[in-house]
């Protein structure tokens, strides 16, 4: 149990174009996903929370127009990179906690490239 | 601002010996508390996760935690290669609702 699924595992982009990277619960509903950035050799950086059905939470120092998230059900979150441009790559991971639970479980993370 | 420190390492300990992995937290109102292990290249694990002082045991893990102290552990009895990863201490609010809050990690390296 507790699957999370996230699509795709790895993309390459355009310098300028847009992104979506898509964050699944397979077996449970997810009441809050959280959507983090890791870059090489640092740790799990919070980008931003996001409840079912209601705007997502940015972390400061997130731009909220350039990383958009949108949580339309309890088993989908998608957050897309807006304007990519070179800084943006890195590791993108979400996470998805259960109706009940404190535990948060982790999906594969999408690995951006932009060119 | 909430804050969860660990010790960065590296951490070296040889093949079936135990590895301390330490954490502290600065929020007093910490409900939850966990462990999850991070393989290079991949995305966190969930290994343990401990909610009342004292110890609590899966396997060759052992996660203790001391409140008063705002002080968290992870012991791995019997380190094995494959144990070699980084270790990332994690937090949560009061509530199922509050986000959690991730430490820098510790990397440890099991030396065959």
């Known amino acids: 149990g ?22 699944r619960s397979l077996d449970f509903q997810a009441t809050t996903m959280f ?7 640092q740790s799990l950086m919070l980008m931003a929370t996001s ?25 989908l979150s998608t957050l897309t990179v807006t304007s990519a441009h070179p800084e943006d790559s890195s590791f993108y991971i979400c996470s998805a906690r259960p109706q009940g639970y404190t535990e948060a479980f982790f999906g594969q993370g999408t690995r951006l490239t932009v060119v | ?32 508390f966990f462990w999850y292990r991070q393989y290079s290249g991949k995305s966190p694990e969930l290994i343990m996760s401990i909610y009342s002082n004292g110890d609590k045991e899966d396997g060759r893990f052992t ?7 705002q002080y968290v552990s ?5 380190s094995q290669p494959s144990d070699s990863a980084t270790y990332l201490c994690a937090v949560n609010g009061e509530t199922s609702y509050d986000k959690v809050i991730f430490g820098p990690g510790t990397s440890l390296s099991v030396i065959p």
């Open chain 2, 74 to 78: 992870l012991l791995i009895r019997d």
């Open chain 2, 63 to 69: 996660a203790q935690l001391n409140k008063a102290s």
């Open chain 1, 2 to 23: 507790a699957v999370v699924s996230q699509h795709p595992s790895w993309v390459i982009c355009k310098s300028g174009t847009s992104v979506k990277i898509e964050c």
């Open chain 1, 51 to 75: 409840n079912e059905g209601s705007k997502a939470t940015y972390e400061q120092g997130v731009e909220k127009d350039k990383f958009l998230i949108n949580h339309a059900s309890l088993t």
């Open chain 1, 35 to 41: 959507w983090y950035r890791q870059f090489p050799k």
């Open chain 2, 1 to 32: 601002q909430k804050e969860v420190e660990q010790n960065s390492g590296p951490l070296s300990v040889p093949e079936g010996a135990i590895a301390s992995l330490n954490c502290t937290y600065s929020d007093r109102v910490s409900q939850s």
